[in-house]
């Protein structure tokens, strides 16, 4: 509302979330982006993607800290590359149109609370480490912009910093990526600060099928119940899908 300069209104919001709650799938990024849309719609469309971001990133510093790894894919669709914070630069990694991608989630009933796998993570890096990681994540873009789900897949499950702290607090997910990748996945990791983990695939039929796998070593490896859906890459981003007069 700042950003609108309005003043004179009050306003109510009802959400309707899709997502569970800590789940490591960005669902209070999904909330400000879907608020942040909402209300600029109502007032005339009148705010930028990126003022839509800076709206959004004010409404996440409150609850997950100020980041936008969620907040600006939510708003533009697609992968986003995140160059600096100030001032905020961000590249949009355009996926080639002719090529396809399907995200598998795999969450288990599990809480892993964010400031308890923030608190796990090492507080110095090694520089075989950093180099390794800079290297994947160079990897990374290269793959989504040339549409190579297979090397996408590679650059996602090769972290050497983050997941190896991360993946003992979650009962089973060392299973569950070697679940996903024996089933046909490209790669598979933690989504986010977990528990939900991750695989990358370019059919969705195939997604089905490693979803299950997925869920069924979960149980297996981790006495966790779970569930799967499989999700085509969105290119669009939050936006507004009903008007009423």
């Not at 590359?81 to 996926?95: A, C, G, T, V």
């Not at 994947?136 to 910093?161: F, H, N, P, Y």
Request: proline share 5%; with cysteine; hydrophobic share 45%.
């Amino acid at each position: 509302m700042r950003r609108l300069r309005v003043r004179s209104h009050g306003l109510s919001l009802s959400l309707h979330k899709g997502l569970p709650l800590g789940s490591g799938l960005g669902s209070s990024a999904a909330s400000a982006a879907a608020a942040a849309v909402a209300v600029n719609a109502l007032f005339g469309d009148r705010l930028s993607a990126s003022e839509l971001i800076l709206a959004g990133l004010d409404s996440e510093a409150k609850v997950s800290g100020y980041h936008a790894d969620n907040i600006a894919p939510a708003i533009m669709g697609g992968f986003v590359l995140i160059r600096s914070y100030d001032p905020l630069d961000l590249i949009e990694l355009k996926f080639p149109e002719e090529k396809e991608l399907f995200f598998v989630l795999a969450s288990p009933e599990f809480e892993a609370p964010t400031k308890k796998m923030r608190a796990a993570l090492p507080a110095e890096v090694g520089m075989k480490e950093h180099v390794w990681n800079c290297s994947q994540a160079g990897a990374l873009v290269a793959a989504v912009l040339l549409g190579d789900v297979e090397g996408l897949g590679k650059a996602l499950s090769a972290d050497r910093i983050v997941e190896p702290r991360r993946a003992p607090l979650i009962p089973g997910m060392e299973g569950v990526k070697r679940a996903a990748i024996e089933a046909g996945a490209f790669g598979c990791t933690i989504s986010g600060a977990g528990p939900t983990a991750v695989a990358v695939t370019d059919e969705e039929e195939k997604g089905v099928r490693i979803g299950e796998s997925m869920v069924e070593a979960f149980w297996r490896e981790g006495m966790l119940k779970a569930s799967a859906a499989v999700q085509r890459l969105d290119r669009v981003g939050a936006r507004v899908v009903s008007r009423t007069p």
